[in-house]
């Protein structure tokens, strides 16, 4: 690990060069800790590893809400679109004139992570939301003990709901709550032995902050 190149912290403004260094983790970006780049700088910068690097994959990600969250949901779906993720929702990939219900179970039976977003509204109302949180501790229980597959997403502070009181959640409303999702991401896919990106990739990625 001594080999790798360190990346100083940035301010806005600044230009950022850095070289990814994949070694034998290939989903793995190793680089200074990345987790305390001022609020933004984050998300662009795993937004041009995707763009430059090209991953081999695309993750796909299902987001389970109810309706009177969706629009935190869309700004959570924009959020992981721009970073080179594949999220799934019900009202942008659902087709006119197709049944919703097997659309649905399909998507989450081919996701890769199965995010539940939770707030009161969540829990105190009846809807298929319940119904895809079954589906997906089913499928759960298919996975390794280790598998990172259902993660439960507070949109605000709430109760979470006893049958997913076993899963580390993320404060997503909390500053560092978007780059711990982003790092479960990473590993999760790691754990599944997913190869994101091509061995020994070294490129130099320029991003204007501006």
Request: proline share 5%; hydrophobic share 40%; with cysteine.
């Amino acid at each position: 690990m001594e080999d790798i190149k360190k990346v100083p912290i940035l301010k806005e403004g600044e230009t950022l060069f850095f070289q990814i260094d994949i070694l034998n983790e290939p989903e793995i970006v190793h680089i200074q800790d990345i987790s305390n780049f001022p609020q933004g700088i984050y998300e662009k910068f795993f937004m041009v590893i995707f763009k430059w690097t090209k991953p081999l994959i695309t993750p796909k990600i299902f987001l389970s809400y109810v309706q009177e969250d969706k629009q935190h949901i869309i700004d959570l779906y924009r959020k992981l679109s721009n970073l080179g993720y594949k999220p799934w929702m019900d009202s942008e990939d659902i087709n006119i004139g197709e049944d919703w219900q097997l659309s649905i179970r399909n998507a989450i039976k081919k996701s890769d992570f199965f995010l539940v977003c939770l707030s009161s509204n969540s829990n105190n109302k009846r809807s298929y939301f319940q119904k895809e949180l079954k589906i997906a501790l089913e499928i759960h229980q298919e996975n390794l003990a280790n598998d990172i597959y259902i993660i439960p997403v507070r949109l605000v502070k709430c109760e979470v709901p006893e049958c997913l009181h076993r899963f580390q959640y993320v404060d997503i409303f909390e500053d560092d709550g978007w780059p711990k999702l982003l790092k479960s991401l990473q590993i999760g896919m790691n754990r599944k032995q997913y190869k994101l990106f091509e061995n020994n990739t070294n490129v130099e990625i320029p991003i204007g902050l501006n």
